[in-house]
């Protein structure tokens, strides 16, 4: 359904050269931060289980010599990360591995189903809840099976591109995948779930953006900011950009402990992402994911939507959420 062709020989677009350089080990990363030094054996450690991988454009908006920056500690490798799992945590905590309906699909959800575009991210987030995703043996990049799953099924009017992060992949291919998708009939919208404009905002260039415009479906990107400082003038013009293809631009933020878990923190990040064209969408509580529980917040997080409610006008409150394994749907926390 979907024909493989080769990339022409030519230079590596920046985001790629950006993202080939990116800071892979613990040692380069507290050089290049100053941290203290008493961290570094257990980061080691930590990233051996799984790896440190953060971009330079992402880097360059934490601060020297700060291990609570807001920014490091969402890539940081802790200690924290190699004790047993709490109760209630475990290695698939949204129910990945029962929704798979063919190589490279998950079905969760009525009307939609999720395609593994890629395995890969241009950044490790430490708190991913498919840190122990088997990628290779779910199929993720190979589409095939999947895109005959999605065309047999009249009922699916969107698909989502996740992963990994689907921007990891080469503009031609994923033009050959969103053109295969446009060829089935009954699929309406596309959505790309992605961190890339984050941390390499380079990724939003002339390439991406020619395919993005150029398509028949409803285009949503769903972006992943979780604190206002990864907001800077290179993310925002990225931002604009996508629009200006035509996207719609939304937020989901995941709520983390020492990141974002203050009405002070969400009320910036809320207005840091619709300055720029973004509208605050989801904020997930943690997904409990082995490895991960030091950042499960302990705030009320009743008294956090309520302070969120008195602060800001109502289109910038996001929906508080939860994703169940087998849910039918995210699950509404207020």
């Not at 950006?18 to 054996?41: F, I, M, N, S």
């Not at 995948?177 to 984050?198: D, G, N, Y």
């Not at 969408?281 to 529980?293: K, S």
């Amino acid at each position: 359904m979907i024909a493989r062709t080769e990339a022409p020989a030519q230079r590596l677009p920046e985001w790629q050269r950006q993202a080939a350089e990116a800071v892979r080990d613990p040692d380069t990363l507290w050089a290049l931060l100053d941290l203290p030094p008493e961290g570094l054996p257990a980061a080691r450690a930590a990233a051996e289980t799984f790896g440190l991988r953060v971009p330079h454009p992402y880097l360059a908006r934490m601060r020297r010599g700060d291990p609570d920056d807001p920014l490091l500690r969402q890539v940081l490798p802790l200690g924290a990360e190699l004790t047993p799992a709490p109760p209630g945590f475990t290695t698939d905590p949204v129910g990945d591995g029962p929704a798979r309906a063919e190589t490279g699909l998950l079905q969760k959800y009525h009307g939609r189903a999720l395609l593994l575009a890629s395995g890969a991210c241009a950044v490790h987030c430490r708190y991913c809840f498919r840190r122990h995703y088997p990628y290779a043996e779910a199929g993720a990049g190979r589409w095939e099976a999947a895109l005959e799953a999605i065309a047999a099924d009249p009922s699916l009017e969107e698909v989502i591109l996740s992963g990994g992060d689907p921007l990891s992949l080469a503009d031609h291919r994923l033009a050959e995948l969103v053109a295969a998708i446009e060829a089935i009939p009954h699929i309406r919208r596309l959505r790309l779930h992605t961190r890339q404009p984050v941390v390499l905002p380079a990724r939003v260039d002339d390439n991406l953006l020619e395919w993005l415009g150029r398509t028949r479906l409803s285009t949503v990107v769903v972006w992943h900011l979780n604190h206002a400082r990864e907001m800077d003038a290179e993310v925002a013009a990225a931002a604009g950009r996508l629009r200006e293809a035509g996207a719609t631009l939304l937020n989901q933020a995941v709520l983390l402990a020492g990141v974002n878990d203050s009405v002070e923190a969400q009320a910036n990040l809320a207005a840091a992402s619709f300055d720029a064209g973004i509208l605050p969408y989801y904020l997930h509580t943690l997904d409990r994911v082995a490895g991960a529980a030091h950042f499960e917040s302990g705030v009320d997080t009743a008294a956090l939507m309520e302070g969120l409610r008195r602060r800001l006008p109502g289109y910038l409150v996001p929906r508080l959420v939860r994703e169940e394994a087998g849910g039918a749907y995210k699950t509404p926390l207020e």
